[in-house]
């Protein structure tokens, strides 16, 4: 079964920094564009951040520009999100998927894992 396993979700105080991590299972990330969605109680999934096949491109949303990078290793088949400057409006699941391309929408991500919780309070 082809799917991503994300780590590195956990509690973290207001201003606090984590790094996500986003492994493929059963596939190669290779020639694939992958996202970083996130979902909080009662609120739609939402990307966050995406990045090319070979990480020449990079997208952030607005929300969290400034405060999050994405990168990857493709020799480690990962993907990373590190999240600077957290707020409590951050507190999510996080998810990460794969797709063809950034522009396509989050319809056409497949791959999705069971996600990471990530919980920003003092």
């Known amino acids: 079964q082809s799917q991503f396993v994300e780590t590195g979700g956990g509690l973290v105080q207001p201003g606090g920094s984590l790094r996500l991590s986003c492994v493929a299972s059963?596939?190669?990330?290779?020639?694939?564009?992958i996202g970083w969605f996130r979902q909080a109680p009662g609120k739609e999934r939402e990307g966050v951040a995406c990045i090319g096949d070979r990480g020449g491109h990079t997208s952030i949303a607005d929300s969290v520009k400034d405060r999050l990078t994405i990168s990857r290793d493709n020799a480690k088949n990962t993907v990373y999100l590190q999240m600077n400057s957290l707020k409590a409006e951050d507190t999510a699941v996080y998810y990460c998927?794969?797709?063809?391309?950034?522009?396509?929408?989050?319809?056409?991500?497949?791959?999705w894992g069971q996600g990471t919780q990530v919980t920003v309070s003092s």
């Open positions: 059963g596939f190669t990330l290779d020639y694939r564009a």
């Open positions: 998927a794969a797709s063809g391309s950034c522009a396509f929408s989050i319809s056409r991500f497949d791959s």
